[in-house]
């Protein structure tokens, strides 16, 4: 069996209510969305007496067919997801085209109340979903079939831990030398090259034999940031610490420019204010950042890249504007409200204001 991993946004579904802590629970093929190839249980805690934290599921299954419980083929585990009293906890049994899933599954909150579902039969018979997957110089290096193989579905990112973030953990079989725009891409749609992210360039990565490096894809919107969504990045990227300039037209592009380089404000988060004067003013100007006074990685409105898109803005006015790269995932932001002038208190009061 191919274990295929998806989550979906929880819908409302009226369910048979159980007694003590649970208002109920529910089992079935995916919301009978014909589409979906997996199982699904859900399971509402209600709480009324405060124990909704405590609650735990496990699934007991089997793929073939068979009785869980007698055939001596069991797979179990135990999975939730919990964002508050009164919500509801999930758990999916991944499911190949044809698989006859037999499963059976059980809640216990703190005090002792179960709440158990019924054996759920069913045959996917359905295509798989298409998961973004890793592209690039470095698959022959992390063990894959071949370079720039779109196809191969041990590089799909199928992990989703916060929603919206899929991942793949791949362990070096070889060493990969830093630089020179060798890296990786994500496609959108695995077996297609179109999206690509970041499109424009690669990611640049290094990385030694037996490391060990997990590939994200944060498909999450991030309004006034660039890329608002399908910021693609790694686990190195957000382990290492570099520094950080504000290029563009209006600074020479020049990444070693003392007067543009950025602060690092907290939680991954570089800033420069810069204050441009009356004969600045101006239309059309440019904005991308780039690290360690260089131009192997930069952030652009395409995310992380050895070739940065850059971000178009006005000057209006003499006056401040806050330029911002947010490390954790790739982005960028232009701000326009920082204040008038260069000061102290103005600058950083307009960042505080900010990320409060």
Known sequence: ?????????????????????????????????????????????????????????????????????????????????????????????????????????????????????????????????????????????????????????????TVEGPPGVFSVTLTATADFPYGGGSGYQIVGNSGSWSPQYPGDGNINIGFLNGETITFYLDTNSQPGWAPDANAPYDSKLISETHTWAAVGDWQGWDPSNPMTQMADIGGGVYCLIYNFSAGEVGTGYQFKAAADGGWDLQVGTNGYSSNGSTWYFDVTGPGCIGFFVDTNTGRIMIDYAVGPSATENETWGGIKTLYR
Do not use: H
């Open 1 to 157: 069996m191919k274990a295929i991993w998806m989550l979906l946004v929880a819908g409302l579904l009226m369910v048979a209510l159980a007694p003590g802590a649970f208002a109920g629970c529910w089992c079935g093929n995916g919301y009978n969305d014909a589409s979906s190839n997996f199982v699904e249980a859900q399971v509402w805690p209600g709480d009324p007496d405060g124990m909704g934290t405590g609650t735990w599921m496990d699934f007991i299954y089997t793929t073939d067919g068979s009785d869980p419980f007698t055939s001596g083929i069991v797979l179990s585990g135990t999975f939730f997801q919990f964002s508050g009293n009164n919500d509801w906890y999930q758990g999916y049994i991944p499911a190949s085209n044809g698989d006859l899933v037999r499963w059976f599954a059980e809640a216990q909150s703190f005090d002792g109340e179960v709440c158990q579902s019924e054996e759920y039969s069913f045959t996917s018979g359905i295509t798989p979903p298409v998961y973004p997957n890793l592209v690039g110089d470095i698959e022959s290096e992390l063990g894959l079939g071949g370079d720039w193989n779109n196809g191969d579905a041990a590089s799909d990112l």
